[in-house]
């Protein structure tokens, strides 16, 4: 089992970054696909970002493509989310998320589900202003 913090929130206005880290516990960090969800107020919690621990591949929702990087350092036990270009529709509460060890997901489809995804973060808050 693995246990997740997120850090690096805040309150930035339209136009500026904002970097969100993930910090995981335990020594088989490497083998959990990550992802980064959000939930805007009074809506669902939606895809944002995934890397895959095989090939390293990236995922990424349309509207954050060219915006925000996915990183991970298996050494460190971190994922971080780089923002830019905010808008005021990113503002949302930030999950960070991790797969069941070993898991054969891939292609953007399942990386995108967040049933693939039994561990999560405490969310942290990110508000663009405009």
């Known amino acids: 089992q693995v246990q997740l913090v997120e850090s690096g929130g805040g309150s930035v206005q339209a136009g500026g970054s904002l970097r969100l880290s993930c910090a995981a516990s335990?020594?088989?960090?490497?083998?959990?696909?990550m992802g980064w969800f959000r939930q805007a107020p009074g809506k669902e919690r939606e895809f944002v970002a995934a890397?895959?621990?095989?090939?390293?591949?990236?995922y990424y929702l349309d509207s954050v493509k060219g915006r925000f990087t996915i990183s991970r350092d298996n050494f460190k036990n971190t994922v971080d989310l780089q923002m830019n270009s905010l808008k005021p529709e990113d503002t949302a509460v930030y999950y960070c998320?991790?797969?069941?060890?070993?898991?054969?997901?891939?292609?953007?489809?399942?990386?995108?589900?967040?049933?693939?995804?039994?561990?999560w973060g405490q969310g942290n808050q990110v508000t663009v202003s405009s």
């Open positions: 335990g020594r088989t960090f490497s083998s959990y696909n």
């Open positions: 998320a991790a797969s069941k060890p070993y898991s054969l997901c891939t292609g953007y489809g399942c990386s995108a589900s967040s049933s693939q995804y039994p561990y």
């Open positions: 890397i895959n621990l095989r090939s390293g591949n990236t």
